[in-house]
């Protein structure tokens, strides 16, 4: 399909969910076909060990518009959509989980919201959810801690149904699990205009969930993480510097003091005379002395690091379906 005439690309990663791909993919084009929308649909197959591929490459055979590529093992949701991201040609790019928990029905809506109300990104918002309480509850936690923390009024940062305009995925990138994080990466990037959409949530089909209780840590772990990198990236000695400077100052001005203070008993030959060595404060002193030039240093070879140029994540890819040309 030309580029030029391509309005949108639904992108699904995928991994070991063999059975809910082929009804998952008769939904998708029943819903665009019906909306007479220029599509294609793309699909990230996260190493699979399960008959994805597969499954995926006999839909391509009997639909030009199914491209795909398949990475050599399982690296993650987030270079799943980063893999997708790079590789999208929509104007308008949809996300759907592949589990059928999220209902193609609400394309053209989201879609919608891009064109009508311009808006930069259009997260889902799943209002009645068919996960666990084990699930919901550390979810709702994190949200709303992202909420707080971005000024982004949503309540559902890790819905998987969201759209964005092309400007937004070929801005941003991924790694590690910041896929939970994209409203947030997204406006530091530029992208102010949000919004959210009430969608449908269906209970799982097919399959087993991938949740597990490590996300209660990583979760929190990789919010610290993105707003360290999004904020400081670019300048890492505004973050390092500032810490080194506190440190190197805290540890200066004890320093002076204990020493001055020395100075003074001797002086005036005043009683209670100790040796500077056998005060504890003299050591915590010299110990942030030598974190606050740590500091600094880190400070400057992030900056070199910066000026060296970014580095690009690659991904060992073995097969790949459809050209995009």
């Excluded at 918002?125 to 996960?131: E, F, M, S, T, V």
Aim: aromatic share 12%; hydrophobic share 40%.
């Amino acid at each position: 399909m030309p580029e030029n005439k391509l309005s949108l690309t639904v992108l699904i990663p995928v991994f070991n969910e063999d059975e809910s791909l082929p009804e998952l993919y008769s939904w998708v084009k029943s819903v665009v076909l019906k909306n007479n929308i220029s599509h294609e649909i793309l699909f990230i197959d996260d190493g699979s060990d399960d008959k994805s591929w597969q499954v995926i490459e006999d839909l391509s055979a009997s639909d030009a518009s199914v491209r795909a590529y398949r990475f050599t093992r399982n690296y993650g949701k987030s270079s799943a959509l980063q893999m997708g991201f790079q590789n999208a040609i929509g104007d308008i790019v949809v996300t759907l989980d592949a589990d059928l928990q999220d209902s193609p029905d609400e394309i053209p809506a989201l879609m919608k919201m891009i064109n009508d109300e311009n808006y930069h990104l259009v997260s889902g918002w799943k209002k009645k959810r068919h996960d666990p309480l084990e699930k919901r509850i550390p979810s709702k936690f994190f949200n709303g801690v992202t909420s707080k923390v971005s000024g982004i009024k949503l309540h559902d940062f890790n819905c998987g149904l969201k759209a964005y305009k092309r400007q937004v995925v070929k801005s941003i990138t991924l790694y590690g699990e910041m896929h939970r994080y994209i409203p947030l990466l997204a406006k530091w990037n530029g992208f102010n205009r949000i919004g959210e959409k009430v969608v449908e949530h269906r209970a799982r089909k097919y399959g087993t969930t991938k949740f597990g209780f490590r996300r209660y840590l990583t979760g929190f772990l990789d919010l610290l993480s993105v707003i360290f990198v999004t904020r400081f990236r670019k300048n890492p000695m505004h973050f390092f510097g500032a810490l080194g400077t506190l440190s190197f100052l805290f540890g200066f001005f004890v320093t002076v003091w204990i020493i001055g203070e020395k100075v003074y008993r001797l002086y005036y030959q005043l009683p209670h005379l100790r040796d500077v060595v056998e005060q504890p404060l003299f050591y915590l002193a010299l110990v942030a002395l030598i974190v606050g030039v740590q500091l600094f240093l880190a400070g400057f070879l992030g900056e070199m690091v910066m000026m060296s140029g970014s580095n690009k994540t690659d991904f060992l890819i073995s097969d790949q379906i459809g050209d995009e040309s």
